[in-house]
């Protein structure tokens, strides 16, 4: 004799082996993905992270989670154009391009705190 289920379960469906280790291995790969990209949990200052671009009005930027558009200075760094894939900035006479989710180039040096200027006027 062997084990014998006391009662009958109707309807009621059982999880697997599989998918026990389809949750674990999920998990695992949302684990290692945080790991290899560190770029999505940078916590630096002068990263863009998203661009609404606008043909009509005037584009903004999303960079390190505050909202800026063509002309606000943002740690001492002007906004001078927002194109739809990158933005274009100059600090000190220095002009660069960067792309959603590039790594912030050393021109932006380290923030002693957070500044946004913002010019209302063109919106």
Same mark, same amino acid.
């Given at each position: 004799?062997?084990?014998?289920?006391?009662?009958?379960?109707?309807?009621?469906?059982?999880?697997?082996?599989?998918?026990?280790? /389809?949750? !674990? =291995?999920?998990?695992?790969? $949302?684990?290692?993905?945080? %790991?290899?990209?560190?770029?999505?949990?940078? @916590?630096? +200052?002068?990263?863009?992270?998203?661009?609404?671009?606008?043909?009509?009005?005037?584009? /903004?930027? !999303? =960079?390190?989670?505050?909202? $800026?558009?063509?002309?606000? %200075?943002?740690?001492?760094?002007?906004?001078? @154009?927002? +194109?739809?894939?990158?933005?274009?900035?100059?600090?000190?006479?220095?002009?660069?391009?960067?792309?959603?989710?590039?790594?912030?180039?050393?021109?932006?040096?380290?923030?002693?705190?957070?500044?946004?200027?913002?010019?209302?006027?063109?919106?």
């Amino acid at each position: 004799m062997g084990w014998k289920r006391p009662y009958k379960l109707r309807n009621v469906k059982m999880i697997s082996w599989t998918q026990i280790c /389809t949750v !674990l =291995i999920m998990l695992l790969a $949302v684990w290692v993905y945080n %790991i290899v990209w560190p770029t999505i949990s940078y @916590k630096g +200052h002068g990263m863009v992270e998203g661009i609404i671009y606008n043909t009509e009005k005037n584009s /903004t930027a !999303l =960079i390190d989670g505050m909202i $800026v558009g063509e002309g606000d %200075i943002i740690y001492g760094v002007s906004v001078i @154009k927002i +194109h739809s894939d990158k933005v274009e900035f100059e600090k000190d006479g220095s002009r660069w391009e960067q792309h959603v989710w590039e790594w912030p180039k050393h021109t932006w040096g380290k923030p002693k705190q957070v500044q946004v200027h913002t010019d209302t006027t063109n919106w």
